[in-house]
């Protein structure tokens, strides 16, 4: 009997990814908020204590696909379960730290967790709901997402003020182990599969590649493009790329099969995802510059306009789930993109003077066309393979959301500096305001032609919903 067929403790598997799931996506936003806290606790300087975020970042994009595979060939349950103990023990080391140096290499074995709980979580609903269902509870997951971005930083911000950093950490370590125990009890088991291998030769030149990658766009701007560690690090990822691609074209089962690239629903669904985290990252970089600088708002301000955005993305999310179910993923996926194109053209016409409202209103829509997108993109991506390969599909789309905001922060960011200075030059008295107005706008319309073009090409999509392949 499929585990589709077993509706009765269904919700309560749900229950338990949901708790992976917010566990994995609130401690990013509530480290942010801690990091001018660590600056003065921990005697170091901003620079360094990015690291806090970085080591997180990176350690999750190199190991979120080997761990999807590696779910699939030995049992979602094992590797989920084990997420939450591994994420729960680097929380603990973390609130014990008393350096930046044992903090940092806490926050990695944190991240090894998290991959082991993201890389799964997105598999284990699919496996457990049925086709006609599966958009309606993926998109309860991605209000889960939008729950944990918004009262992340609230909670961290009253964890820090009353009881130090170190409590966010503390909190966590709860979360985890009342997250184990629900697994525990809750996940199916399902036996191991004996005629599935994992490729650890793969699955190491898979993590190189994607480990040196995105580092070397991180140091790119600040050592420089042509600096000896930034081309080193270009070099390690081509010819781990390289020698990846020869090795995974022989395996006969590769921890990334590349053919699952030639699946259109697959490949197009991905992309899409790459281009919705890239022009994400976008709106993040600039928009707190354009919001404080220009338009003269405080931080709290700012964060109720993004609590705005998640909450608008959270009531969406479910709604679109629902449609997918009915109508499929091609058209919602493109209306949700091109949705999001149009509030960043209209964020990108605002200027100085604006109200408070016309920027909410903005992001609001914003929220609605991302919504409308995301649950249906991962129904049509994990549609469109095998279960064997629901864990490999799960990590897939989570890795090219990690290089989306990585390589985001490197492009966008020059693209955000140098538009800044190029306005800023041509002579207004009100230099830096003018310079950050149309650096700005030129960000907000970048990232809609990027939005567009994500827009065409989920409609070169499948018609109709997507059928699960069968084994």
């Known amino acids: 009997m499929s585990l589709q067929q077993e509706p009765r403790h269904k919700w309560w598997t749900f229950c338990a990814v949901s708790v992976g799931t917010f566990q994995s996506v609130s401690i990013i936003s509530m480290i942010s908020v801690s990091l001018p806290t660590l600056v003065e606790q921990l005697g170091a300087d901003l620079t360094s204590v990015q690291w806090v975020i970085l080591a997180y ?3 999750m994009a190199g190991l979120l696909l080997a761990f999807g595979r590696l779910g699939d060939v030995i049992g979602r349950k094992k590797i989920f379960v084990s997420g939450f103990i591994v994420f729960g023990i680097g929380c603990g080391l973390c609130s014990l730290s008393n350096s930046l140096a044992t903090l940092v290499a806490s926050r990695v074995l944190q991240a090894i967790g998290g991959a082991m709980l993201v890389s799964n979580s997105t ?3 699919t496996s457990i709901f049925s086709s006609s269902e599966r958009g309606r509870a993926l998109g309860l997951n991605a209000t889960v997402v939008s729950v944990a971005m918004m009262v992340g930083p609230a909670l961290s911000g009253l964890l820090i003020d009353n009881l130090g950093w170190r409590a966010v950490f503390q909190a966590h370590v709860l979360i985890s182990l009342i997250g184990a125990v629900l697994a525990l009890i809750t996940l199916p088991n399902i036996a191991k599969q004996d005629d599935l291998r994992f490729d650890f030769i793969g699955a190491l030149l898979l993590s190189m590649t994607l480990v040196s990658l995105t580092i070397a766009f991180n140091q790119g701007r600040q050592r420089g493009w042509l600096s000896p560690v930034v081309l080193s690090l270009l070099g390690v990822w081509v010819v781990s790329f390289v020698l990846f691609v020869i090795v995974e074209t022989r395996q006969e089962q590769p921890v990334l099969d590349l053919r699952l690239l030639r699946n259109r629903e697959f490949a197009i669904g991905n992309a899409g995802a790459f281009i919705m ?14 919001v404080q600088n220009v338009l003269g708002y405080s931080v709290t301000e700012l964060g109720l306009m993004l609590m705005a ?3 608008a993305n959270s009531v969406v999310a479910p709604v679109s789930g629902w449609l997918t179910d009915w109508l499929g993923p091609r058209w919602l996926t493109s209306l949700g993109l091109a949705l999001g194109a149009l509030a960043l053209i209209l964020l990108g016409a605002l200027g100085p003077g604006v109200t408070h409202s016309a920027v909410v209103l903005r ?3 914003l929220g609605v066309g991302l919504g409308f997108f995301s649950t249906p993109n991962n129904v049509a991506v994990m549609g469109s393979v095998k279960p064997e390969r629901f864990g490999t599909a799960s990590g897939f789309m989570g890795t090219m959301r990690h290089l989306g905001t990585t390589l ?8 955000f500096s140098d538009r800044t200075a190029y306005h800023a030059s041509l002579g207004s008295s009100a230099g830096e305001t003018t310079g950050l107005a149309g650096g700005f706008q030129d960000v907000m319309w970048l990232v809609a032609g990027l939005y567009v073009l994500g827009s065409a090409l989920c409609l070169a999509q499948n018609r109709g919903k997507p059928a699960t392949p069968a084994d």
């Open 277 to 290: 985290s890239v022009g994400g990252t976008g709106v993040s970089l600039a928009l707190p510059f354009f």
């Open 408 to 415: 985001g922060l490197a492009a966008i960011g020059a693209v």
């Open 309 to 311: 955005q998640s909450a």
């Open 363 to 365: 992001l609001v829509l």
């Open 123 to 125: 598999a284990l609903i």
């Open 57 to 59: 970042s990176i350690t």
